[in-house]
């Protein structure tokens, strides 16, 4: 299993982006992907997820009511659409996925990480 992340980039606070994370190496809905995201100098924090089958999502609070996870199962990739971003968003956002159905929050409950992308708010 393969997942790469793309999309991300420098915005200014208020404005939105969205990052992908393009996966391989699984059947098209059986996976379950979560992103997370670091900022400089703190820990690898969790902020959404979206589960295998009928695609519940779930949210960190921090993100609740401005981020969005969707996935196209045709092109076996995961968004995450970033509204109303603010300069604490900024960090590497990671994407990651489970061989076990539903969602977690834990790092330690995913199996396969992509390789990150940055992502920048600007006040």
């Known amino acids: 299993v393969q997942l790469q992340a793309s999309g991300g980039g420098e915005v200014q606070a208020g404005w939105s982006l969205r990052v992908s994370c393009t996966v391989s190496?699984?059947?098209?809905?059986?996976?379950?992907i979560g992103w997370f995201r670091q900022a400089p100098g703190k820990e690898r924090e969790w902020v959404s997820c979206?589960?295998?089958?009928?695609?519940?999502?779930y949210y960190g609070d921090s993100v609740k009511g401005r981020f969005t996870i969707s996935r196209d199962n045709a092109l076996n990739t995961v968004y995450l659409q970033m509204n109303s971003l603010k300069p604490e968003d900024t960090a590497v956002y990671y994407c990651?996925?489970?061989?076990?159905?539903?969602?977690?929050?834990?790092?330690?409950?995913?199996?396969?990480w992509g390789q990150g992308t940055q992502v920048t708010v600007s006040s």
């Open positions: 979206i589960d295998s089958g009928v695609g519940r999502t």
């Open positions: 190496g699984v059947t098209r809905d059986e996976y379950t």
């Open positions: 990651a996925s489970r061989v076990t159905a539903g969602c977690a929050t834990q790092l330690g409950l995913y199996h396969y």
